[in-house]
């Protein structure tokens, strides 16, 4: 999605997610590797939730403007020069405390083969991008290191899903701060 649009499933004018690009291949990768477990007509994309009233609209059509107005930015060489002149660097991220202080809040709504509609909310007690990131990528260290029999499992491109699955959700709930719950 690359626009801004009303969804009626979230009931909100939704907006591009940033991180879209790579999360949906890496869903759809894994729907590959697991043989088609998520079905032959799946689908999945990523998108903000941004209200469903006026206010909602217009940040969705000013972040899908944005997002667009970057994304030529940095293809052409002389404006690329000034967002690397004039972005962030790094150690420009969240301080410790924000990181500590933030959260996030997702909600995915899906529908089964035969229609009905299942919601999941999944939580994580950490800024998104530093916080809790670095959670998840110990306890899945931790989770290849003592969980995986290396015998059950041969080399590969995996995706965290087909790999670790529920040993690796077990170990976020337990040790990272994040819940999922099946809401409808």
């Known amino acids: ?16 997610f940033i991180m879209a690009i790579i999360n949906t291949r890496v869903v759809h990768r894994s729907n ?16 903000m939730m941004l ?21 030529a930015a940095v293809e052409w060489p002389p404006t690329r020069y000034l967002v690397e002149l004039f972005g962030p660097k790094p150690g420009d991220g969240p301080s410790p ?8 809040d997702f909600i995915f709504f899906g529908r089964t ?5 299942v919601d999941v909310r999944v939580t994580g007690d950490r800024d998104p991008g530093y916080g809790s990131t670095s959670k ?12 995986l029999p290396k015998a ?15 040993k690796l959700r077990s170990r976020l709930i337990e040790h990272a701060g994040l819940t999922f719950e099946v809401e409808r």
């Open 136 to 147: 998840m990528l110990g306890e899945a260290g931790a989770c290849l290191a003592f969980d």
């Open 97 to 104: 405390e924000a990181q500590r202080a933030g959260f996030y």
């Open 152 to 166: 059950d499992h041969p080399g590969g491109f995996w995706t965290p899903a087909t790999l670790m699955g529920g």
């Open 32 to 47: 590959h590797l697991a043989g088609g477990l998520y079905g032959s007509d799946f689908r999945y994309d990523e998108t």
């Open 1 to 16: 999605m690359k626009t801004a649009q009303y969804d009626a499933e979230a009931k909100s004018w939704v907006a591009p």
């Open 51 to 71: 209200g469903s009233g006026i206010w909602g609209r217009v940040k969705a059509v000013a972040i899908a403007r944005g997002l667009s107005l970057f994304d």
């Open 113 to 117: 083969a035969d229609g009905r509609r």
